[in-house]
T-cell receptor, first 111, second 115 residues
Framework: RKEVEQDPGPFNVPEGATVAFNCTYSNSASQSFFWYRQDCRKEPKLLMSVYSSGNEDGRFTAQLNRASQYISLLIRDSKLSDSATYLCVVNGGGGADGLTFGKGTHLIIQP | GAVVSQHPSWVICKSGTSVKIECRSLDFQATTMFWYRQFPKQSLMLMAT?????????EQGVEKDKFLINHASLTLSTLTVTSAHPEDSSFYICSAEGGMDNEQFFGPGTRLTVL
């Protein structure tokens, strides 16, 4: 059974702080990995894809450890606008395949 | 980026009625679209994979006769919730697969409330 596990939080952090999330996935055949952001009562929006070599996009850094089936997201210099739910998402691969979402980690940036 | 629309954005209906939700890829063609459902404080759950010109593939536990999917063109998939009941109240989101990396682009979602 496909599963993606995340700490639901909430994480309450002060503005400007660095915050890290992680998730684990159970399907070792998963091929693609993503972090999505979802605001309250909105659709999820792609934040970034995650690669084994690690990748960075501005204040956001994502890492993938295939051996441990572990994905992380680091947010530096957090902004109030970063408050949202962050969804860890994997794709089983093998062509057209729906995404498997974690329940999300709720982040609250406090002024 | 690619745009996916959904219609309606919200609907309130009486128990026993059927509701049709449309998902359109506006500026690209999508042979594959996906339908998800999200209950409050839960993760998005894949309901079915919609394939243009062929039958949809349903996830385990999703009744194909209750959730009818039609993907008649490369830009439109519809989900019909037949004989809706209060337990079907949820946030229904579609996505369309496109781009060089087969990224999934999500629609804005449809919030269904069944009274």
């Amino acid at each position: 059974r496909k599963e993606v596990e995340q700490d639901p939080g909430p994480f309450n952090v002060p503005e400007g702080a660095t915050v890290a999330f992680n998730c684990t996935y159970s399907n070792s055949a998963s091929q693609s990995f993503f972090w999505y952001r979802q605001d309250c009562r909105k659709e999820p929006k792609l934040l970034m894809s995650v690669y084994s070599s690690g990748n960075e996009d501005g204040r956001f850094t994502a890492q993938l450890n295939r051996a441990s089936q572990y994905i992380s997201l680091l947010i530096r210099d957090s902004k109030l606008s970063d408050s949202a739910t962050y969804l860890c998402v994997v794709n089983g691969g093998g062509g057209a395949d729906g995404l498997t979402f974690g329940k999300g980690t709720h982040l609250i940036i406090q002024p | 980026g690619a745009v996916v629309s959904q219609h309606p954005s919200w609907v309130i209906c009486k128990s026993g009625t059927s509701v049709k939700i449309e998902c359109r890829s506006l500026d690209f063609q999508a042979t594959t679209m996906f339908w998800y459902r999200q209950f409050p404080k839960q993760s998005l759950m894949l309901m079915a994979t919609s394939n243009e010109g062929s039958k949809a593939t349903y996830e385990q536990g999703v009744e194909k006769d209750k959730f009818l999917i039609n993907h008649a063109s490369l830009t439109l998939s519809t989900l019909t919730v037949t004989s809706a009941h209060p337990e079907d109240s949820s946030f229904y989101i579609c996505s369309a697969e496109g781009g060089m990396d087969n990224e999934q682009f999500f629609g804005p979602g449809t919030r269904l409330t069944v009274l």
